[in-house]
């Protein structure tokens, strides 16, 4: 027998939640002392405790345990009803987990001044970006992959959070026969420190960006940077900093490249 500081100590709760389980009914002391009053537990009530701990660390509310454990079911059908608040709860965060993507998404594009028209060449202005990134020269679209790959394993390692979408990053013309200058960019929520190959910095705002989007395949985006240069070289404007290439949709999203969503963005002076 253990007296109820001793019992409370070693189940890491304390006399207070003791006393108010005793007064619910749901785990009353094994024995009484009739002249002092102490309250003694046995060591077999560790087990009862530990199923009171489950039921409410799975949301039950008091109230709820006490009618579970008034029936005085077997251990069986306890378990089976955590289990099925374990799915409830499994399919609460799903949703929840959704929800929070959508809700990144929104920020993002409140940041990114919206999504310009299917095809149509727009002018916006743009927030800073919170990004992590890494910068390199590649010469084979092979080597974008570990890039990414690279990027995200650091950002994991210093318990980052990626939000999205990812974009990229173009220092000069996307010709691999000399050597493409590029960054692969994943916007964050919350700043930590880089290292000599990533580095963590706020993507400029922008005053002035026309922006066009590309739906369909890589293999034909070249139309559609053409038509946002011509652009570009018509209304009398200069590019200001890098183009941003940002991915809305892609192979993370779909299987078919024809439902890819992909906005090119030139920043203007």
């Known amino acids: 027998m253990f007296r109820i500081g001793d019992f409370a100590r070693m189940c890491d709760v304390s006399v207070k939640t003791l006393h108010h389980y005793d007064e619910l009914g749901i785990l009353e002391p094994d024995r009484v002392d ?71 998404t929104n920020i993002f594009l409140i940041k990114n001044g919206g999504i310009p028209l299917m095809n149509e060449i727009t002018i916006k202005k743009t927030q800073p970006i919170l990004a992590a990134s890494l910068r390199a020269t590649i010469h084979s679209i092979d080597e974008l992959g570990p890039l990414w790959e690279e990027l995200n394993a650091y950002i994991d390692s210093r318990g980052g959070r990626r939000t999205i979408p990812c974009m990229m990053l173009y220092h000069s013309a996307f010709h691999l026969e000399t050597g493409a200058d590029i960054e692969v960019v994943e916007p964050i929520t919350k700043a930590f420190p880089g290292n000599d190959r990533i580095s963590v910095y706020e993507l400029p705002a922008e005053e002035k960006i026309a922006c066009i989007v590309h739906n369909g395949p890589f293999s034909t985006i070249p139309s559609t940077y053409a038509a946002i240069e011509k652009w570009v070289d018509e209304n009398g404007y200069s590019l200001k900093g890098p183009v941003r290439e940002i991915y809305h949709k892609g192979d993370w999203a779909t299987d078919d490249p024809d439902e890819y969503v992909t906005e090119i963005q030139y920043p203007l002076k």
């Not at 060591?43 to 949301?59: C, D, T, V």
Request: no cysteine; aromatic share 10%.
């Open 34 to 104: 009739g002249f002092t009053g102490y309250r003694y537990y046995s060591a077999s009530q560790m087990g009862r405790l530990n199923q009171i701990l489950a039921f409410k660390e799975a949301g039950f509310s008091l109230s709820e345990i006490a009618e579970v454990f008034s029936n005085k079911p077997p251990a069986e059908a306890l378990v089976l009803m955590l289990e099925e608040k374990a799915e409830q709860l499994e399919q609460a965060l799903k949703l929840e987990q959704q929800r929070i993507g959508r809700l990144r």
